[in-house]
């Protein structure tokens, strides 16, 4: 991570102190739906999921300065695509843009708005008024970096099975809907989906969240018999040893955990069933932060809820790979250049 986006990383406190007046559930809540949305406007102008990541890392840095009374959420996710498809070099047109957006807000298809409706004149002139104070916000700074760039380096020195790189590949995406970007470093949030993926993957019955990211191996402290080879490296615990955190950032891995699982506990397992693989996992008991997600009646219609699964239910609400839904997997070289650059990413209405 640079040092200029170490200026961009807040204690969890800070959350607390932001400048919109609704509750801090609220605002998370919000915040998520702002960025649903603008997955919704990036898949469908076919943006690269580095832009759209770029973007959503924009609108929650947007609102620790500027408060969601003053600029609506939909205002802010089009303001950043349009300023993410400008820094990431894949162009849109202001124009297209706004169509997108109208017909998301009007839930008709694209094609039956008008380019030069009055309605689209409008979103521009949004846009462009919310892009002004966007730029303020950032300080013009616009280097983000990304979690998926991490976890496709675990990917490239590690023999992951394939579907947990979907899984967390679908998991980093779905962070973007938390404020995890703003509270850690990419290298954080990676291995927190990658041991969340990891846990999902081997069950019930494989080691807890607390073994995978325990200082050191519960085997580590004892003694090998001279007859017997050292033990295999302990898969579950590949993303810590990887990285070799230090005692602070372990604590930072167990706080990401638990705020990832907890933003799909306050989700509606009823509406969304197949969310019960990821809500039974038990946090790390190291994480004794507040809670920042509570599930309230009023948000139970809330059209940000997660995407893990199998990669059909992943597709239709989250950017996924141009690989059908799939994780960049070791395939190609040609493959693992393109994640690199960038995915294309299939249209999800």
Not at 76 to 105: H, P
Not at 278 to 290: A, N, Q
Not at 333 to 344: A, I, Y
Request: charged share 20%; hydrophobic share 35%; with cysteine.
């Amino acid at each position: 991570m640079t040092s200029t986006n170490h200026q961009w990383l807040f204690p969890l406190s800070a959350l607390h102190s932001t400048p919109s007046t609704c509750s801090l559930e609220r605002e998370l809540y919000d915040r998520a739906r702002g960025v649903e949305f603008l997955y919704r406007l990036g898949s469908s102008l076919m943006l690269p999921t580095s832009a759209m990541c770029t973007a959503a890392t924009w609108l929650h840095r947007f609102y620790m300065r500027y408060p969601l009374d003053d600029f609506h959420r939909q205002d802010v996710a089009a303001s950043c695509i349009f300023l993410a498809t400008k820094t990431e070099e894949c162009g849109r047109k202001l124009r297209d843009v706004a169509r997108i957006y109208q017909s998301k807000v009007a839930n008709v298809d694209s094609s039956l708005i008008a380019a030069e409706s009055k309605e689209v004149d409008q979103c521009q002139t949004a846009i462009l008024l919310t892009e002004e104070v966007l730029l303020e916000a950032l300080c013009f700074d616009f280097v983000v970096d990304s979690p998926h760039a991490e976890l496709v380096d675990l990917f490239d020195v590690s023999n992951t099975e394939l579907q947990v790189q979907d899984y967390a590949w679908s998991l980093a995406h779905d962070s973007y809907r938390t404020p995890l970007c703003i509270l850690y470093p990419p290298k954080i949030i990676a291995a927190a989906c990658y041991i969340l993926a990891q846990r999902m993957a081997d069950g019930p019955n494989s080691p807890s969240l607390d073994a995978r990211i325990s200082a050191s191996s519960p085997s580590a402290s004892l003694p090998t018999p001279p007859s017997h080879k050292p033990p295999s490296p302990d898969a579950s615990r590949y993303a810590v040893d990887h990285y070799t955190f230090t005692a602070p950032e372990l604590v930072s891995l167990s706080d990401a955990l638990s705020i990832l699982l907890e933003f799909y506990t306050a989700q509606d397992e009823m509406a969304y069933p197949y969310l019960s693989t990821i809500t039974m996992i038990i946090p790390p008991s190291s994480s004794h932060r507040p809670r920042l997600f509570i599930p309230s009646p009023q948000h139970s219609h809330a059209t940000n809820s997660a995407s893990i699964s199998t990669a059909d239910e992943v597709a239709g609400r989250t950017p996924t790979s141009s690989h059908g839904g799939l994780t960049p997997i070791a395939a190609t070289t040609e493959r693992k250049s393109d994640v690199r650059n960038g995915l294309r990413i299939d249209d999800c209405i």
